[in-house]
């Protein structure tokens, strides 16, 4: 059982189109946090969220916590190649004692020209 | 912009052998950690260090690994016989409190391979 799933799993579209990736738990969040990974790097933080229906907006991105927070959303608008990429959602539950993440198992984002 | 660095980015290695994995925080964090990610699956929680302890441990951390600050800047993941299922990359990321809103940062990884 995943506690955290994350779809799609991969999204291929063309440039200028929209897209929303989903992160989903049966778990109450502390905090959510979105990350991108390109190949044989690291993950990238893009943004925290931490507050239930929080918004956060970076660019073309938007990333939403849901009122519950077990849920997050990221929403990209006129999507470039550029944001080619894995992207990941990670966080804390709250009632997990300690500091370790967990991750989902991510979505790959193809955007072609 | 403060980074993770991790060194080496590439590691091959004989099964059984021992290899020692090497990462800088950032320094004014105070929490680390070693993640580490399997081809094609997701990252998974190693370990954390806090204090010059271990706070907390996965199931995946066995008596093969351990981990050490040897001085103010280093912190070191050490796998001692190393097995073919250990290949992956391996994440250290650090964090500057333990709050659940704290943000975590990675470095650019170790890409182990065990043959």
């Known amino acids: 059982t995943q506690l955290l799933e994350q779809s799609p799993q991969f999204l291929s579209i063309q440039e200028g189109e929209n897209l929303t990736v989903y992160c989903n738990s049966s778990?109450?969040?502390?905090?959510l946090q979105w990350y991108r990974q390109e190949p044989g790097e690291g993950p990238v933080l893009l943004v925290t969220v931490v507050t239930g229906g929080e918004v956060k907006k970076l660019k073309r991105l938007t990333f939403q916590f849901g009122d519950a927070r077990k849920d997050s959303s990221l929403h990209i608008t006129a999507a470039q190649p550029g944001d080619t990429g894995l992207y990941l959602c990670a966080g804390k539950r709250a009632n997990q004692a300690g500091t370790a993440l967990i991750f989902g198992k991510g979505t790959t984002l193809s955007v072609s020209s | 912009e403060p980074e993770v660095t991790q060194t080496p980015s590439h590691q091959v290695t004989q099964m059984g052998q021992e290899v020692i994995l090497r990462c800088v925080p950032i320094?004014?964090?105070?929490?680390f950690y070693w993640y580490r990610q399997i081809l094609g699956q997701k990252v998974e929680f190693l370990v954390s260090f806090y204090n010059n302890e271990i706070s907390e441990k996965s199931e995946i951390f066995d008596d093969q690994f351990s981990v050490e600050r040897p001085d103010g800047s280093n912190f070191t993941l050490k796998i001692r016989s190393t097995k073919l299922e250990d290949s992956a990359m391996y994440f250290c990321?650090?964090?500057?409190?333990?709050?659940?809103?704290?943000?975590?940062?990675f470095g650019q990884g170790t890409r182990l391979t065990v043959v």
């Open positions: 990321a650090s964090t500057r409190t333990d709050l659940g809103n704290t943000e975590a940062f």
């Open positions: 320094s004014n964090h105070l929490y």
């Open positions: 778990s109450v969040f502390s905090s």
